[in-house]
C-alpha cells in the first residue's frame, strides 16, 4: 500500500490529498528527469574514458596527442562535476594519491578558529586535541613593481666637490627594465614561445604599457650579452666524448619576397652516459647541408649519434665514429605493424623491447659495469636479432614495408650494435629529440624566424635554457642572476655562469 492509499483511507479532505497526489508526482517527475541525465552522462563519461585511453587515441601523435589529451581530461572533469551535481548528496571523498605540493613553495597559513571557545552543549571550555590541515595551490598572475634607486649626492664645502654611489652596472645601460622583467620577458618568449605581442597584452592588462618596439629592442640586447655564454657552452659540448646529433625545419621570413622560407635548427647534446653536467647545443643555420655540421664540429673526434641522413656521412670518413639510432629502426617496424599487423614487425619490436629491458638494467651502473652488463646480455641478443634479420631478409616481400624496414636496419648494422661494446655509449638518440620536442612544438605559436640573426640569437638563448632545465635548474630564475652578475663578471670567471647545477652555490 503506497502513501496515496494510505492518506485515502483517512479522513483528509479530497482537495487536499488532490494537492498531495499532485506534488507526488511532480517529485517523481523530477527524479525522472535527473536518473535519465545521470543515465545520459554516465553514458557519455564511459565514452571519453573510451576515447582517452582507447586506441583512437593512439592515432594522434605530438602535439596532437598533448591537444587531444588535455581537452578530453578537460571534458571528464566537467561531466564528472556535472555528475556530482545531480546525484545524492554523499559525504565528501578522501582524494587519495595526490602529489604533495613542493615544499621550497611560500606558505600563507589561514587559521579558522570555533565562533566560541565553550562547548555548544553544555558550556565547557574546549582543549586542542589536534589540526586539521589541508593546503591549496595558488598563483598571482605577473606582479610588476618599481625599484627606486635613491643616490643621495653629498658636496663637500671646501673642496667644492660632490660625491655620490656610482650608478649599479647593468646589463642594458639607462634601461628601465630590472633584471627580473628581462628574465620574465625572455622566459615567456623562449619557453612559453609566446610572440612579443601577446606578452605586450599580459603587461597591459596589468596597466603597464610595454610597447612591442621596447620590448624588442630588450630582447636584442639579452641576445648579445647572453651570446658569450652560449660560445662558451659550445666549447665546453665538443670536450665530451660522445655527442647526440639531430635538426628540426623552421621557417625564416623572406624580407624581400614577403614569404618565407626553410632554415634549420640544429641540436647537439652531450653523450647521456657521459660524466659531468649535461649540455645541449642549438645553431641556427639557413639550410640542412651537411657542411654545418662539419663547421660546427670541425677538428672533434669520438662518437656522434645521429640518425640516417645523408648530411652527416661526409664526417665518418675521417672524423668522428657513427653510432645509430635503435629508435629509429624501431619506429619502421612500428609503422609497418600498425599499419598491417605483420607479424614479423611484432617479431622485431618484441626483440628490439628485449635489448631496451637491457638497458633499463644499467640504470644507475657505471661505465665499466654497464659494459659488464651489455657483453653478457645485449651482445648475445643483438647477435640473435642480426640473424633473425638476415633470416627474414629472404622470405618476406620485396620491396615490402617490412622489407624496407629489415634492410634499413642491416644497412645500419655496423653503427648500431656499437654501442653495446662500451659502458659509455647511448642506446639511441632520444635524448636529442626530447630537447627538440619543445621547440617544435613553440613553432606553432611563433611560426616563423623573422630574420637569420633573429634565429641565431633563439638558438643562443634556447640553448642556454635547455642546458639549465636539463640540470635542475629554473631558466627564469637562472637569467634573472646571470643578467645581474654579468655586468661585473671577468671572462676569466665566465664558466661560473653557466647553468650548471652547482652555479647557485657559486
Avoid at 220 to 238: C, N, T, W
Avoid at 433 to 454: D, V
Wanted: charged share 25%; with cysteine; glycine share 6%.
Amino acid at each position: 500500500m503506497n502513501l496515496l492509499d494510505e492518506l485515502a483511507r483517512t479522513d483528509i479532505a479530497p482537495a487536499l490529498l488532490a494537492q498531495v497526489q499532485a506534488l507526488i508526482e511532480q517529485q517523481q517527475a523530477k527524479l525522472a528527469e535527473k536518473d535519465f541525465k545521470i543515465k545520459a552522462l554516465t553514458f557519455e563519461l564511459a565514452y571519453y574514458k573510451r576515447v582517452r585511453f582507447g586506441k583512437a587515441s593512439e592515432a594522434l601523435v605530438g602535439e596532437q596527442r598533448m591537444l587531444f589529451d588535455e581537452t578530453v581530461d578537460m571534458d571528464l572533469a566537467a561531466i564528472d562535476e556535472e555528475l556530482r551535481s545531480q546525484a545524492p548528496a554523499k559525504p565528501p571523498r578522501k582524494r587519495a594519491g595526490r602529489q604533495p605540493l613542493p615544499p621550497e613553495l611560500e606558505r600563507i597559513e589561514h587559521r579558522h578558529e570555533p565562533e566560541s571557545c565553550q562547548c555548544g552543549q553544555c558550556g565547557a571550555d574546549l582543549v586542542k586535541i589536534g589540526e586539521d590541515v589541508s593546503e591549496q595551490l595558488d598563483v598571482e598572475p605577473a606582479r610588476f613593481f618599481v625599484h627606486r634607486h635613491i643616490r643621495p649626492q653629498y658636496a663637500c664645502r671646501p673642496c667644492e666637490t660632490v660625491t655620490a654611489a656610482p650608478i649599479p652596472a647593468a646589463v642594458i645601460d639607462g634601461g628601465m627594465a630590472a633584471v627580473g622583467l628581462l628574465a620574465w620577458i625572455a622566459a615567456c618568449k623562449y619557453l612559453d614561445h609566446l610572440p612579443l605581442y601577446r606578452i605586450e597584452q599580459i603587461a597591459t592588462r596589468q596597466g603597464v604599457p610595454l610597447a612591442r618596439s621596447t620590448l624588442a629592442d630588450w630582447i636584442g640586447r639579452i641576445g648579445v650579452a647572453l651570446q658569450p655564454l652560449a660560445d662558451r657552452l659550445a666549447e665546453l659540448l665538443r670536450q665530451h666524448d660522445c655527442l647526440h646529433a639531430d635538426e628540426t625545419p623552421v621557417r625564416q621570413l623572406d624580407p624581400g619576397s614577403g614569404k618565407t622560407r626553410h632554415a634549420y635548427l640544429w641540436a647537439y647534446r652531450s653523450g647521456v652516459h657521459d660524466d659531468g653536467p649535461p649540455i645541449v647545443v642549438f645553431d641556427y643555420q639557413t639550410s640542412r647541408a651537411g657542411a654545418h655540421v662539419r663547421s660546427f664540429l670541425h677538428g672533434w673526434r669520438g662518437h656522434l649519434m645521429v640518425d640516417d641522413y645523408a648530411g652527416y656521412k661526409a664526417m665518418f670518413a675521417d672524423g668522428p665514429t657513427e653510432l645509430a639510432c635503435l629508435a629509429h629502426i624501431r619506429r619502421k617496424f612500428f609503422d609497418v605493424h600498425a599499419a598491417s599487423k605483420s607479424p614479423v614487425a611484432e617479431q622485431a619490436l618484441q626483440r628490439i623491447a628485449k635489448l631496451y629491458a637491457i638497458e633499463q638494467q644499467g640504470v644507475g651502473l657505471d661505465p665499466p659495469q654497464r659494459m659488464l652488463l651489455r657483453e653478457q646480455l645485449a651482445l648475445p641478443a643483438l647477435a640473435e636479432l642480426h640473424a633473425w634479420l638476415l633470416v627474414n631478409q629472404r622470405t618476406v616481400a620485396a620491396g615490402s614495408g617490412t622489407a624496407k624496414a629489415i634492410d634499413h636496419a642491416l644497412k645500419r648494422w655496423p653503427a648500431l650494435q656499437r654501442y653495446a661494446s662500451s659502458g659509455s655509449l647511448p642506446i639511441d638518440n632520444n635524448p636529442v629529440e626530447n630537447a627538440i620536442r619543445p621547440i617544435a612544438i613553440g613553432k606553432k605559436n611563433w611560426l616563423f624566424a623573422g630574420s637569420e640573426r633573429a634565429g641565431r640569437r633563439a638558438a643562443a638563448i634556447q640553448s642556454l635554457f635547455a642546458t639549465a632545465r636539463l640540470n635542475g635548474l629554473d631558466p627564469a630564475r637562472w637569467l634573472a642572476i646571470v643578467l645581474e652578475r654579468l655586468p661585473t663578471c671577468p671572462n676569466s670567471q665566465i664558466d661560473s655562469l653557466l647553468p650548471f647545477p652547482d652555479f647557485t652555490s657559486r
